[in-house]
């Protein structure tokens, strides 16, 4: 009696056990083959599995085979595009022992950038100058007998509106001795006039540079050997 109800107590537990795992022996799980990823580049399919075994690589409608060396594999095969199937199958004798199915993927290394400009930036900001003098220089062309100077009253004359340029050019105004004939025949001689002057604090408006432009390149992507890009 005792041994019919450890019989019964053990078909339970296995019923239960073959509920959970759909019915799977669990003892004989499924074989596996391991295989490296195949990109549009590979020209050999390399991985794992039992010893012994034959291993088929299907691409498009051509098998490539390779036998089993101490439970590694190496299959070669010629490079494919991108999105094509290939299905790789172990065979143990003329039985299908493992199998494996995926796509040819882009293998994407090669780094492209862009360029990329970036322009100046900044603000406007009142400055106070404080009070500063400065000097400034100017070259003249001055009578040499009288002492006049006769670039400024040249620019004098034409700021006044009393001469206009069509009126006289400057070469035609040294040449006449000015405006008045005056200097007429007189050596005309260059001299550098210095002015100097002394401003009072005021304010100004001065730009202000937060960011320099620049051009610089910044990565986008990566490229695969077929030319095909992804973003990164």
């Given at each position: 009696m005792?041994?019919?109800?450890?019989?019964?107590?053990?078909?339970s537990?296995?019923?239960?056990?073959?509920?959970?795992f759909g019915g799977v022996n669990i003892s004989a799980a499924t074989p596996k083959i391991t295989a490296n990823q195949v990109y549009d580049s590979t020209t050999m399919?390399?991985?794992?599995?039992?010893?012994?075994?034959t291993v088929k690589v299907k691409?498009?409608?051509k098998t490539y085979r390779s036998k089993i060396k101490k439970k590694r594999y190496s299959v070669k095969i010629p490079k494919t595009k991108a999105g094509v199937k290939y299905t790789i199958k172990a065979y143990n004798g003329k039985k299908l022992y493992a199998k494996k199915a995926s796509k040819v993927k882009h293998l994407y290394k090669k780094p492209v950038y862009k360029t990329v400009q970036y322009q100046e930036?900044?603000?406007w900001e009142w400055v106070d100058t404080g009070k500063f003098s400065?000097?400034?220089?100017?070259?003249?062309?001055?009578?040499?007998t009288c002492g006049k100077n006769l670039t400024k009253e040249y620019l004098a004359a034409i700021a006044a509106g009393t001469h206009t340029m069509n009126e006289m050019s400057y070469n035609d105004y040294l040449k006449n001795g000015g405006w008045d004939?005056?200097?007429?025949?007189?050596?005309?001689?260059?001299?550098?006039?210095?002015?100097?002057?002394?401003?009072?604090?005021?304010?100004?408006k001065m730009w202000v540079v937060d960011q320099q432009a620049s051009t610089k390149k910044e990565l986008v992507?990566?490229?695969?050997?077929?030319?095909?890009?992804?973003?990164?």
């Open positions: 005792r041994k019919k109800r450890i019989t019964i107590g053990m078909l537990m296995m019923m239960a056990v073959s509920s959970v399919i390399k991985g794992k599995v039992k010893k012994g075994t691409i498009g409608k930036k900044g603000h400065y000097n400034m220089k100017f070259d003249c062309d001055v009578c040499d004939h005056s200097c007429i025949n007189h050596k005309i001689v260059k001299k550098t006039i210095e002015k100097s002057e002394q401003k009072d604090n005021e304010k100004i992507g990566y490229e695969c050997s077929c030319g095909a890009v992804k973003g990164k």
